[in-house]
């Protein structure tokens, strides 16, 4: 199939993630794909570059832009599109506008998160309008699924679950060599305890709130770092919480990586205080790594972890209640190492990429089911 897939731009993320690995499997699998950016190209595209796979830019501007719609319209035209596959809100309601008229056989959208703005603003009612000219809706997992229901912006019949998926091979288990090699790089003792966390420096993620666990956690165990993997808005912010935590010389920085797949490798336990999610990627691949997990209850996080069994949740915006998480964990590793190992076999069985793209692929070809 000649397949388009439309996302606001190729900038470090989850969901921006999630559509890469979906397009580089379609095309292993003999697809055309493209990808149109709205906005910019962003740091991932040149992954699609090294295997030819067109990465269009609209550069649209903020507020109605005329020029990137019929820009967006040019691109899928000349595509000769058959599917197109949209990503959130934003992007579904702009394609489904330049391609007003076009002859596409089947337009789907994906919602990768919860869809935080109420159906009463003009995002979501933009998209709710361009729901007319879409056969079916994604969500990334049950939870999401019914509150799109829920709230009246999704009708029943047009939304589907289709979890996200990651290619689980790729992913080692945590080892000590790895974790050597991360500890020589922070330049830390051999003794610490190393507890990560991968995502965007964003309010989402509540970084301030997993900052102020640390603190109680290092409080009882001093021989414990805490790793922050990823970048964002709030990183100056964080770095003064950590100060004012009196935690910043163990609070650690790393910015965005290409090697997150080796650092998580090097982790004792992983971490995910989200207020808001859908069906994480990094949880898949902390899973996919074998690692000690803790989450916040929010979400599709409960539908990967399961308290007790691959992991230990908690309530979102409560410090306390992860930090004693936390601990449980590090102080029990024997119990830490039974779920580590649940969640890589819960993974192997239903979070691989193969699964998801062989369900989109039904998707695309009309199946009901």
Same mark, same amino acid.
């Given at each position: 199939?000649?397949?388009?897939?439309?996302?606001?731009?190729?900038?470090?993320?989850?969901?921006?993630?999630?559509?890469?690995?979906?397009?580089?499997?379609?095309?292993?699998?003999?697809?055309?794909?493209?990808?149109?950016?709205?906005?910019?190209?962003?740091?991932?595209?040149?992954?699609?570059?090294?295997?030819?796979?067109?990465?269009?830019?609209?550069?649209?501007?903020?507020?109605?832009?005329?020029?990137?719609?019929?820009?967006?319209?040019?691109?899928?035209?000349?595509?000769?599109?058959?599917?197109?596959?949209?990503?959130?809100?934003?992007?579904?309601?702009?394609?489904?506008?330049?391609?007003?008229?076009?002859?596409?056989?089947?337009?789907?959208?994906?919602?990768?998160?919860?869809?935080?703005?109420?159906?009463?603003?003009?995002?979501?009612?933009?998209?709710?309008?361009?729901?007319?000219?879409?056969?079916?809706?994604?969500?990334?997992?049950?939870?999401?699924?019914?509150?799109?229901?829920?709230?009246?912006?999704?009708?029943?019949?047009? @939304?589907?679950?289709?979890?996200? /998926?990651?290619? =689980?091979? %790729?992913?080692? !288990? #945590?080892?000590? &060599?790895?974790?050597?090699?991360?500890?020589?790089?922070?330049?830390?003792?051999?003794?610490?305890?190393?507890?990560?966390?991968?995502?965007?420096?964003?309010?989402?993620?509540?970084?301030?709130?997993?900052?102020?666990?640390?603190?109680?956690?290092?409080?009882?165990?001093?021989?414990?770092?805490?790793?922050?993997?990823?970048?964002?808005?709030?990183?100056?912010?964080?770095?003064?919480?950590?100060?004012?935590?009196?935690?910043?010389?163990?609070?650690?920085?790393?910015?965005?990586?290409?090697?997150?797949?080796?650092?998580?490798?090097?982790?004792?336990?992983?971490?995910?205080?989200?207020?808001?999610?859908?069906?994480?990627?990094?949880?898949?691949?902390?899973?996919?790594?074998?690692?000690?997990?803790?989450?916040?209850?929010?979400?599709?996080?409960?539908?990967? @972890?399961?308290?007790?069994?691959? /992991?230990?949740? =908690?309530? %979102?915006?409560? !410090? #306390?209640?992860? &930090?004693?998480?936390?601990?449980?964990?590090?102080?029990?590793?024997?119990?830490?190492?039974?779920?580590?190992?649940?969640?890589?076999?819960?993974?192997?069985?239903?979070?691989?990429?193969?699964?998801?793209?062989?369900?989109?692929?039904?998707?695309?070809?009309?199946?009901?089911?």
């Amino acid at each position: 199939m000649n397949i388009t897939h439309v996302v606001e731009s190729l900038d470090r993320g989850g969901l921006e993630r999630m559509v890469l690995e979906l397009v580089k499997l379609q095309h292993q699998h003999g697809h055309r794909c493209q990808v149109v950016c709205l906005f910019e190209r962003g740091t991932l595209a040149h992954e699609l570059d090294a295997l030819g796979i067109p990465v269009n830019v609209c550069h649209k501007r903020k507020g109605v832009d005329l020029r990137a719609l019929a820009r967006a319209r040019r691109m899928v035209r000349a595509h000769a599109t058959e599917v197109l596959h949209t990503h959130n809100a934003v992007a579904h309601y702009q394609a489904v506008l330049a391609t007003c008229g076009l002859r596409i056989y089947r337009i789907v959208n994906t919602r990768h998160g919860m869809g935080g703005n109420a159906r009463a603003t003009r995002r979501e009612w933009l998209y709710h309008r361009a729901l007319t000219r879409t056969h079916a809706v994604i969500a990334v997992c049950e939870a999401a699924c019914r509150d799109a229901i829920r709230r009246g912006i999704v009708p029943l019949g047009k @939304v589907k679950v289709i979890p996200n /998926g990651i290619q =689980v091979d %790729a992913f080692q !288990p #945590a080892s000590a &060599a790895m974790r050597k090699c991360l500890l020589r790089m922070l330049k830390l003792p051999a003794q610490t305890r190393l507890i990560g966390s991968v995502g965007r420096l964003n309010w989402a993620k509540d970084q301030v709130g997993l900052i102020r666990a640390f603190r109680q956690v290092h409080e009882q165990r001093s021989d414990t770092a805490l790793v922050l993997i990823g970048d964002g808005e709030l990183r100056a912010q964080l770095q003064q919480c950590a100060i004012d935590e009196g935690v910043h010389d163990s609070v650690h920085f790393l910015g965005d990586r290409n090697d997150v797949h080796e650092l998580l490798q090097g982790l004792d336990q992983f971490v995910l205080s989200s207020l808001s999610e859908g069906y994480s990627m990094a949880l898949l691949e902390a899973c996919a790594v074998a690692l000690p997990i803790v989450a916040t209850d929010v979400g599709g996080n409960g539908e990967i @972890v399961r308290d007790g069994r691959t /992991g230990r949740l =908690v309530p %979102a915006r409560d !410090p #306390a209640a992860l &930090a004693n998480a936390m601990l449980a964990l590090l102080q029990d590793p024997a119990q830490a190492a039974v779920l580590a190992h649940a969640a890589r076999s819960w993974v192997e069985r239903r979070g691989t990429l193969d699964v998801m793209v062989m369900r989109y692929a039904r998707l695309y070809q009309g199946a009901t089911s």
